[in-house]
């Protein structure tokens, strides 16, 4: 065999294998996109039912009074949560994230303010080191699959850190899950919790309502799980478009492989037929100078 | 009555009720049709909810039992971080969970892993 055809054929083995990977990849990855939109619907009647409770609160004590509903007046740390994957190859996925955490960085800083970074997944994570911005926390190895208790443990450090003063406001930064063929990459105040999420009640007081233990108490631990709640929700929209873009990228690629697959072929088709015409010539050639030989 | 059990990751158990008995934090409640509004932390420990001539047994792990009306009907919404049917808790597997957390209380006062213990002991304590 010549070494052309050989070339050749080692190329289509190695696109072929390649392709067994990308396929493998895009059937994983939609599956994990049905598996995150289940979870984004099967976590959907707790809040609802949270923002319920909330609102009962507001209708008792007239209007809310708590520390993460109350505006800063001049604010001066501004944290951003941005939700990236741990993984690549999922097209322009996390790109999309990061530039518009940037954006939104970049107002911030235009508003006189400081911007404090936050991320989940190693691909924010490397984005921001490499570039020299300090990191005030991250998180990783959940992306695809994220665990209520990995949002337990965000939300608890996000609202400390407001509480306690390190920071004024908290944004965070994903991607919303609008179909399998769009997400849109959405950022989102969480604290403080905005008053038409909650206040825009009118009091109407029972007079025999029961609180156990008081409103007060009750809101310390209803504000807070509300906030869990939705970064919750964040991490499970951004886990199912991280899939979906994937699926999409590994789609290509396997398309792209395909096509390559083909034009090798025909190649490695065409290099066979060299070959095969060039023995042919020879042979023929070898004959003739026998025959004239033996003529002479 | 309308009654709702729900946690952060899935809807537990919804359904119609005559009566719901919980743990609050100041005492047992029993709520019936008709009961005024309540909004009640929850401890952890069971939650049973009497139906005609059924009972579910279940257990939730804190949280907030809410009881609101609306057109004469009431309603009940327990919000648990976490909660279980009885149908759905592995016995073997919390006695095994709740040997290993003793095992770590023994030497040292950890108040995660008590939590974490209350909460095996209520769901053994419920298929007792």
């Known amino acids: 065999m010549g070494a052309k055809l050989r070339v050749v054929r080692r190329r289509i083995r190695s696109v072929q294998s390649t392709m067994k990977i990308t396929r493998a990849m895009e059937l994983i990855a939609a599956s994990r996109i049905l598996k995150a939109q289940q979870r984004v619907e099967a976590a959907r009647p707790y809040a609802e039912l949270l923002t319920r409770a909330m609102e009962d609160v507001a209708r008792q004590t007239g209007a809310l009074v708590h520390p993460l509903l109350e505006e800063r007046a001049e604010p001066a740390r501004v944290g951003v949560l941005v939700i990236t994957s741990d993984r690549g190859l999922?097209?322009?996925?996390?790109?999309?994230?990061?530039?518009l955490a940037e954006d939104l960085?970049?107002?911030?800083?235009?508003?006189?303010?400081?911007?404090?970074?936050?991320?989940?997944g190693k691909k924010g994570m490397s984005y921001f080191r490499f570039r020299g911005v300090p990191l005030a926390a991250s998180w990783s190895g959940f992306s695809e699959v994220p665990p209520y208790r990995a949002a337990v443990e965000i939300g608890r450090r996000l609202i400390a850190d407001f509480a306690e003063?390190?920071?004024?406001?908290?944004?965070?930064?994903?991607?919303?899950?609008?179909?399998?063929?769009?997400?849109?990459?959405?950022?989102?105040?969480?604290?403080?919790?905005?008053?038409?999420e909650v206040r825009?009640?009118?009091?109407?007081?029972?007079?025999?309502?029961?609180?156990?233990?008081g409103p007060n108490e009750i809101l310390d631990e209803l504000l807070p799980q509300y906030v869990i709640t939705k970064v919750y929700a964040a991490l499970?929209?951004?886990?199912?478009?991280?899939?979906?873009?994937?699926?999409?990228?590994?789609?290509?690629?396997?398309?792209?492989?395909?096509?390559?697959?083909?034009?090798?072929?025909?190649?490695?088709?065409?290099?066979?037929?060299?070959?095969?015409?060039?023995?042919?010539?020879?042979?023929?050639?070898g004959a003739e100078a026998l025959a004239s030989a033996s003529e002479g | 009555?309308?009654?709702?059990?729900?946690?952060?990751?899935?809807?537990?158990?919804?359904?119609?009720?005559?009566?719901?008995?919980?743990?609050?934090?100041?005492?047992e409640l029993g709520i019936l049709e008709g009961h005024v509004p309540l909004l009640v932390r929850l401890t952890i420990g069971p939650l049973r909810i009497l139906r005609d001539g059924e009972e579910v047994f279940s257990v939730v792990d804190g949280g907030f039992l809410h009881v609101s009306s609306s057109?004469?009907?009431?309603?009940?919404?327990v919000l648990a971080p976490s909660a279980a049917l009885a149908s759905e808790i592995d016995v073997e597997l919390e006695r095994r969970r709740i040997a290993e957390l003793e095992a770590r209380l023994v030497d040292k006062d950890d108040v995660e892993a008590q939590t974490e213990l209350a909460k095996a002991l209520a769901r053994v304590n419920l298929r007792a």
């Open chain 1, 90 to 99: 999922a097209g322009s996925y996390n790109a999309n994230v990061l530039r």
């Open chain 1, 105 to 120: 960085m970049d107002s911030i800083r235009a508003r006189g303010c400081e911007p404090v970074v936050y991320t989940t």
């Open chain 1, 165 to 196: 003063g390190r920071i004024d406001e908290q944004h965070v930064v994903y991607t919303d899950f609008r179909s399998a063929f769009t997400q849109r990459a959405t950022s989102k105040r969480f604290l403080p919790i905005s008053p038409t």
């Open chain 1, 200 to 213: 825009d009640v009118r009091p109407r007081p029972h007079p025999e309502y029961l609180f156990e233990p």
């Open chain 1, 236 to 285: 499970l929209e951004s886990a199912a478009s991280e899939n979906a873009a994937r699926r999409r990228a590994m789609k290509a690629a396997t398309d792209n492989a395909e096509e390559l697959v083909k034009v090798l072929t025909r190649q490695a088709n065409r290099a066979r037929q060299d070959e095969i015409t060039m023995e042919i010539m020879d042979i023929v050639g």
């Open chain 2, 1 to 27: 009555m309308e009654v709702h059990v729900v946690t952060p990751e899935r809807e537990v158990w919804v359904g119609e009720a005559r009566m719901v008995v919980a743990r609050g934090v100041l005492g």
């Open chain 2, 71 to 77: 057109e004469g009907t009431t309603r009940v919404d």
